[in-house]
């Protein structure tokens, strides 16, 4: 969808095991961000990213980590996945400038944490 | 912290006109309001944007009253493939040149025959 990808689209993990998440864009943009939906709560803004190695936290940022050494790349880490953390995760890219809040989402990455 | 309410749902019947509206009394000054629709098992998709007074493209209309408190999104005569969940976002504006994007709770349309 529009230069956005994200990987995996779908991984079952363990408690206590460390997990990634790609975002991956071709569109040069300089805002990303990382929003987890789960029923019940819409969509909750985790991280986000304003420019390489320039990241801010979110409404629930604990647990999670984020870092872009690239303008193209935004990795959410999770150090050590909860169950609590078990979640679709979706990536968006923000077009154009000032007051223009058009995002474009990802197709999303479900996470399981047993 | 801009907070946005919506209702949590809303039923329709296909070519009914439907309203749905979403408060934001902190919206940050230069920001806009917009509006997405979201498919399960898709990402949410944009379908309208606006600052002040009123916008219609081939989709929808979006109704922002001058205080800028509130908006309405309008969906012209739905029909079935219009059931979907509707979020506004508004902006949360902070210093450092960035803008914490915060979505609404949703509302979820259920359009029947």
């Known amino acids: 969808d529009a230069g956005i990808t994200q990987s995996p689209r779908h991984k079952v993990t363990e408690t206590g095991t460390p997990v990634t998440l790609r975002c991956h864009q071709t569109?040069?943009?300089?805002?990303m961000y990382w929003y987890r939906q789960d029923p019940g709560h819409g969509l909750r803004l985790i991280h986000y990213s304003y420019g390489v190695k320039d990241t801010d936290k979110g409404e629930v940022s604990d647990g999670y980590s984020v870092s872009r050494s690239k303008t193209e790349d935004f990795l959410l880490t999770l150090e050590s996945a909860t169950s609590s953390q078990t979640s679709v995760y979706f990536c968006a890219i923000r077009s154009a400038g000032s007051g223009a809040n058009v995002l474009t989402f990802g197709a999303g990455s479900r996470l399981t944490v047993l | 912290l801009a907070k946005t309410t919506q209702p949590i749902s809303m039923d329709s019947y296909e070519g009914q006109e439907v309203n749905i509206t979403c408060s934001h009394n902190n919206i940050a000054t230069n920001d806009y309001i917009t509006w997405y629709q979201q498919f399960p098992s898709q990402g949410p998709r944009f379908i309208i944007q606006?600052?002040?007074t009123k916008v219609t493209n081939e989709v929808a209309s979006l109704f922002i009253p001058a205080d800028r408190k509130s908006s309405t999104l309008s969906l012209p005569r739905v029909s079935l493939s219009d059931t979907a969940v509707y979020y506004c976002?508004?902006?949360?504006?902070?210093?450092?040149?960035?803008?914490?994007?915060?979505f609404g709770t949703g509302t979820q349309l259920k359009v029947e025959l």
């Open positions: 976002l508004v902006a949360w504006e902070v210093t450092g040149g960035g803008n914490k994007l915060t």
């Open positions: 606006g600052y002040k």
């Open positions: 569109e040069n943009h300089r805002y």
